[in-house]
């Protein structure tokens, strides 16, 4: 069983920053990938990031390529979402989750375990 636990979450200006972390537990964690998704009021979960195993490869979202960089410390069992640029429309709850056997990472149903979520929310 894996735990995760996503923290960082916050209120910020359209144009500000934030890093969201995801804790794991287990040694599941560096077996597998991970993503990052996203929910907003209303609307689908979407996909947002991910990131294989070793962290070398990454996979970004249109909407957010060129602001948002995914990364992992296996050392540490935690993931990050360095978010910059942040725009109101990505207001959401940030979801991290990690994928044992990974074919379309950009898809939620691939992801074994999932996080609680942490609420990002961007003002104009």
């Known amino acids: 069983q894996v735990h995760l636990v996503e923290s960082g979450g916050g209120l910020v200006q359209a144009g500000g920053s934030l890093r969201l972390s995801c804790a794991a537990s287990?040694?599941?964690?560096?077996?597998?990938?991970m993503g990052w998704f996203r929910q907003a009021p209303g609307k689908e979960r979407e996909f947002v990031a991910s990131i294989s195993r070793s962290g070398i490869i990454t996979y970004y979202a249109d909407s957010v390529k060129g602001r948002f960089t995914i990364s992992r410390d296996n050392a540490e069992n935690t993931g990050y979402l360095q978010m910059n640029e942040l725009k109101p429309e990505d207001t959401a709850v940030y979801y991290c989750?990690?994928?044992?056997?990974?074919?379309?990472?950009?898809?939620?149903?691939?992801?074994?375990?999932w996080g609680q979520g942490t609420q990002v929310t961007v003002s104009s």
């Open positions: 989750a990690i994928s044992m056997f990974p074919r379309n990472i950009r898809q939620a149903g691939e992801y074994n375990y």
């Open positions: 287990g040694r599941t964690f560096t077996s597998a990938a």
